[in-house]
């Protein structure tokens, strides 16, 4: 952002058989979060993921302490939505993890008004495919 990096997006667990991936980002710079970063993010992964790599799914885990502001957040929404109680130790304690699915066709069904599209325009579109 402005020249420096911020975080990283991740892509892991590619299975061109099963046309899918998993996923995770993580906002280093805490100075980014509530600017559209993490939107932007999203949106160019979920557009790279389904239409220069031609999968059909793209998952990730987040604490569901964080889901709102978490990775796949516009999957959340979706069908494909799954629970891990106690999946993971955070601070010496167990924690409740979501898994969040989204497919291609649900992706591609999402009108721009609702939410397609970056919600910031100051970013550069990143170089694909």
């Not at 998952?59 to 939505?81: F, I, Q, Y």
Request: hydrophobic share 40%.
């Amino acid at each position: 952002m402005d020249g420096r990096p911020v975080g990283l997006a991740n892509l892991y667990d590619i299975d061109r058989g099963h046309q899918r991936c998993s996923w995770a980002y993580y906002l280093a710079d805490p100075a980014v979060r509530g600017q559209g970063v993490g939107s932007y993010i999203e949106y160019w992964v979920l557009e790279y993921v389904f239409e220069a790599l031609k999968l059909a799914k793209l998952w990730c885990e987040v604490l569901a302490s964080t889901s709102r502001s978490g990775s796949c957040t516009r999957a959340s929404a979706s069908p494909s939505r799954r629970a891990f109680r106690g999946h993971v130790i955070k601070d010496g304690a167990r924690v409740d993890v979501l898994g969040l699915g989204i497919l291609a066709a649900d992706w591609r069904a999402k009108p721009a008004a609702d939410g397609r599209a970056p919600e910031t325009a100051r970013f550069e579109p990143p170089l694909v495919g």
